[in-house]
């Protein structure tokens, strides 16, 4: 379609909008959309832009904000989204027409008004959003079925969110400008997209937040926001969902928890599972130093060490069955893991290895786990016959590999430091440490590591290697 026929058809669409012809407003925009998507955008017409802003101020013009009020038709909300998709196609690869809609109020305020009604006012506010439940082939309203709550309207409304973040997120796209520009009139529903029932499109809204998050001034406004908490718990959620758009809400939470006070500030409101997901994104961060999306920080480090640490003795009382004792367990698992992942990642060791708290409070767990584990038979007593093992069960247990994660962090924390060797030995961690040295179904890899760390113990260490030579084999442990 040449540009002549562009401009054309951008008047023809408004026009039949004037007249009340929606249906042949569609049909005009969406050809319009396909053939915008074959155009050199710095060639394009500006009042292409134009006209078909001019369809979407004028029907969401119509829409009552009230709850009281009639819906928009299906109908109405195809016209919407079909005219911000025709928008969303002028953008890609062209900060030209990208500025003139950010900086134009004009042509920038349908878009937010669209936003506004869809993610806020008119939001569907059931389960009804779910994709099984919008795949009717019906074309009319369901008898008898208000239309909020309509398999017919709730595709449409699906429809027109979608088409809301395409539109915005391509606006954004490769932009600092526009970034800036758009935010400022944004920033107060951005927990609104991220809370929209549909996941996908949910996750896309976390595509346009990671977008926002490339800006240094604006990730820091949403750090030191009171809505901070709110949004992490949103992306926690969304990331539990395998979709394709799943991996923006990890994005997004890297670039989010490499803010060295976002942990501190948000540790309080999250849940379990929130919190155990957000230490397995911190450990995968620092296992992959190579990617741009964030780096853990060490007051972030300092944080979840200190919860360890003043949380450490509540692994103990697992073996109780205590209320609450799991969901403690679980947690106290993931930051072991975590730290582990620290103590191991050279650039960090040098000073974890400095908390000679840490060191003393992972001996003292240890002792009394494994002291606990000789008394009768509970969660922390070794498995040696694997033919008895139940390995669903064993597996499924919140403190599954706890003992021998243990034993890896001591390893690392006294590994070529001899400050922490001899502490180890001064408070008899040595014999604690031989002691581990055997098969355990509960605890896979327990005996290597446990060797490794004898190893790091003794190395260039006279005084443990005397003490190890002074031992003497009385019988079988």
Same mark, same amino acid.
């Given at each position: ?15 039949y ?10 049909e005009?925009l969406h050809?319009?959309?396909k053939?915008l998507?074959?155009v050199?955008?710095w060639e394009?017409?500006t ?5 078909v802003?001019s369809?979407l ?12 009020q ?7 909300l195809?016209?919407?989204a079909a ?6 196609n ?9 500025v ?8 920038l ?9 869809t993610f806020?006012?008119?939001?569907p ?25 309509s398999k017919?309207?709730i595709?449409?409304?699906?429809g027109?969110?979608?088409?809301c973040?395409?539109?915005l ?18 920033s ?10 549909d996941?996908e ?8 937040l ?10 820091e406004?949403?750090c ?8 992490m ?5 969304l990331y539990?969902?395998?979709? %394709?758009?799943?991996?923006f809400?990890?994005f ?30 911190l ?9 741009n999306?964030g ?5 972030t ?16 009382t ?10 403690e367990?679980?947690?106290?698992? %993931?930051?072991?893991?975590f &730290?582990?992942?620290v103590?191991?990642?050279d650039s ?10 840490l ?7 240890l002792?009394?786990?494994?002291e ?8 922390f007593?070794p498995?040696q016959?694997l033919?008895?093992?139940?390995d669903?069960v064993v597996?499924?247990?919140?403190i ?6 243990l034993? %890896?962090? &001591?390893a690392?924390l ?5 400050v922490?060797?001899n502490?180890?030995?001064?408070i008899?961690? &040595? ?10 179904a509960r605890?896979p890899?327990?005996?290597e590591?446990?060797v ?11 005084e443990?290697?005397?003490?190890i030579s %002074? ?7």
């Amino acid at each position: 379609m040449s540009f002549c026929r562009l401009v054309l058809a951008g008047k023809e669409s408004l026009q039949y909008h004037q007249n009340g012809d929606l249906i042949q407003c569609v049909e005009k925009l969406h050809r319009l959309q396909k053939a915008l998507s074959n155009v050199d955008k710095w060639e394009l017409d500006t009042s292409v832009i134009w006209s078909v802003t001019s369809v979407l101020r004028g029907e969401i013009s119509k829409w009552d904000e009230f709850h009281d009020q009639p819906l928009p038709t299906q109908i109405c909300l195809n016209v919407a989204a079909a005219a911000l998709c025709c928008i969303r196609n002028t953008f890609h690869k062209c900060s030209r027409t990208q500025v003139l809609v950010a900086e134009t109020p004009e042509l920038l305020k349908p878009i937010v008004d669209t936003l506004q009604w869809t993610f806020t006012s008119r939001a569907p506010k059931n389960d009804a959003l779910a994709k099984d439940d919008c795949s009717s082939n019906s074309s009319s309203e369901d008898e008898g079925t208000p239309r909020h709550q309509s398999k017919v309207f709730i595709e449409a409304h699906l429809g027109l969110a979608s088409a809301c973040i395409t539109c915005l997120g391509n606006l954004i796209a490769n932009n600092k400008i526009t970034r800036h520009l758009v935010w400022a009139h944004i920033s107060g529903l951005m927990g609104n997209l991220l809370e929209y029932p549909d996941i996908e499109v949910a996750q896309m809204a976390c595509m346009v937040l990671n977008n926002f998050l490339l800006e240094t001034d604006i990730r820091e406004q949403i750090c030191s926001s009171e809505t901070l908490p709110a949004m992490m718990g949103s992306l926690t959620r969304l990331y539990q969902y395998e979709t %394709r758009y799943a991996c923006f809400s990890l994005f997004c939470l890297k670039r989010l928890l490499s803010d060295c006070n976002v942990l501190y500030k948000i540790w309080p409101t999250l849940g379990c599972q929130q919190k155990c997901l957000s230490m397995d994104v911190l450990t995968t961060m620092l296992e992959n130093t190579d990617t741009n999306e964030g780096v853990v920080s060490d007051s972030t480090i300092s944080v979840l060490v200190d919860k360890f640490k003043s949380g450490a003795d509540k692994i103990l009382t697992t073996h109780g069955g205590g209320l609450g004792s799991e969901e403690e367990a679980v947690n106290l698992v %993931r930051l072991l893991t975590f &730290i582990c992942t620290v103590a191991a990642t050279d650039s960090r060791r040098k000073k974890i290895q400095q908390d000679a708290s840490l060191l003393i409070t992972s001996v003292y767990l240890l002792r009394c786990i494994s002291e606990i584990g000789k008394v009768g038979n509970n969660e922390f007593t070794p498995i040696q016959e694997l033919s008895l093992v139940d390995d669903e069960v064993v597996k499924n247990h919140p403190i599954f590999g706890f003992k021998s994660d243990l034993i %890896r962090l &001591i390893a690392s924390l006294v590994y070529q430091n001899k400050v922490n060797q001899n502490q180890v030995r001064e408070i008899n961690g &040595i014999l604690l440490i031989l002691e581990s040295t055997q098969l355990d179904a509960r605890n896979p890899l327990i005996k290597e590591n446990a060797v490794f760390a004898m190893k790091n113990l003794l190395e260039g260490n006279a005084e443990n290697q005397k003490a190890i030579s %002074r031992l003497q084999l009385r019988g079988p442990a």
